[in-house]
């Protein structure tokens, strides 16, 4: 299943073409190398989110952490019927990142700038369809192309094509709300393994439910305080039973 991030970048570089320039994701990163209509190019890292808010790292506000040497950020989402693009200077995302992490470094000293940051809609609202600042075209190019004429056929019946069967992930799901978070799982009970699918960390698995909930705690918040995975996760139904609570009943 293709995730948030990978949208993002496809959903990026879709309307850059339409706007009459190229697009080349760099590997290994979320950025793009965008050339815009003057033939001039820039590095641009893009961030996606179906929630309101965007996920970067406590380390983008250091400098010289960008690898990809970007220009601009461009956040993505999701959130109504059509993506919506917000395009801001890398030098204004990065600052506002280091302020915000040296507010919260002071009110606990001995913090370690590490782990994620949300950045809010208020802070990139902004930038909201500045393709310009891309060297790109303001409207899409609709790309509608002719239909080419053929000869007159005899109409052949179409047959309609079998229905692919819809997946269903037979794990069960799980969630938590941790840190300003809600962070959804899904966890295997034949071998207790946990894979998160939304919020931070999506992606990573965890071989036990208490070793998902430490991770997450620890690159939220840098708590270094040990957690009970049967009941830092719960089901993701109306219930919200914990989860070893649900498994001892259905033993």
């Known amino acids: 299943m293709e995730d948030s991030a990978d949208r993002g970048v496809r959903a990026f570089v879709t309307d850059v073409v339409q706007r009459g320039g190229s697009a080349t994701p760099l590997k290994g990163s979320r950025a793009v190398r965008v050339k815009g209509v ?15 808010q965007w996920m970067a790292r406590r380390q983008d506000g250091t400098p010289g952490s960008d690898s990809t040497g970007s220009s601009y950020w461009v956040f993505v989402d999701f959130a109504g019927e059509s993506p919506e693009f917000y395009m801001v200077e890398s030098d204004e995302v990065e600052s506002g990142i280091a302020s915000d992490v040296e507010l919260w470094l002071a009110e606990r000293p001995g913090r370690v700038p590490t782990g994620s940051h949300p950045i809010p809609m208020s802070s990139v609202a902004h930038g909201h369809d500045r393709w310009d600042l891309l060297n790109l ?17 005899r109409p052949v019946k179409a047959v309609k094509p079998a229905a692919e069967p819809e997946f269903v992930d037979p794990r069960m799901a799980i969630v938590s709300d941790f840190g300003g978070y809600r962070i ?53 139904d109306p219930s919200g039973d914990p989860l070893g609570k649900h498994l001892s009943h259905s033993g």
């Open 38 to 52: 003057d033939g001039r190019s820039c590095v641009v890292r893009v961030r996606s989110t179906t929630r309101g």
């Open 137 to 153: 075209n303001r409207v899409r190019d609709s790309l509608q192309r002719k239909e080419v004429s053929r000869p007159r056929t």
């Open 184 to 236: 959804q799982a899904r966890f295997d009970p034949e071998n207790s393994n946990v894979e998160i699918t939304r919020g931070p960390m999506e992606g990573r698995r965890f071989g036990h439910p208490t070793t998902a909930a430490n991770a997450v705690t620890k690159f939220v918040s840098d708590d270094d305080a040990e957690y009970d995975g049967w009941t830092f996760w719960r089901l993701d």
